[in-house]
């Protein structure tokens, strides 16, 4: 049974950081394509950063781009989402999610596997 679990969620002021981390069971995660999604209310969910499977390249949303590090520790079967100089429009509920059959891509459709997601608040 795939289970992925996302944490590290929580409320932080702006220009502050978290990271986030989805561990996985189930599945081995370098063989999946692992996205980073995000949903604040009222919109829809939106793809933030995503790592290959095939390579390891790494995706990420123009908005979160030179902020957001995404990397994965293969010994702890786990990814991360290392998120700097947050802004209040960072604030959502993350989700990761993982895909044994995409190369790269962050359309919420092409994932197959879903974490329950952790809420990011940021404010002052």
């Known amino acids: 049974q795939v289970q992925l679990v996302e944490s590290g969620g929580g409320l932080v002021q702006p220009g502050g950081s978290l990271r986030l981390s989805c561990a996985a069971s189930g599945i081995t995660l370098d063989a999946y394509t692992i996205g980073w999604f995000r949903q604040a209310p009222g919109k829809e969910r939106e793809g933030v950063s995503c790592i290959s499977s095939s390579d390891g390249s790494t995706y990420y949303a123009d908005s979160v781009k030179g902020r957001f590090t995404i990397s994965r520790d293969n010994a702890k079967n786990t990814v991360y989402l290392q998120m700097n100089s947050l802004k209040p429009e960072d604030t959502a509920v993350y989700y990761c999610?993982?895909?044994?059959?995409?190369?790269?891509?962050?359309?919420?459709?092409?994932?197959?596997?879903w974490g329950q997601g952790t809420q990011v608040i940021v404010s002052s």
């Open positions: 999610a993982a895909d044994p059959w995409i190369v790269a891509g962050m359309s919420s459709q092409s994932y197959d596997y």
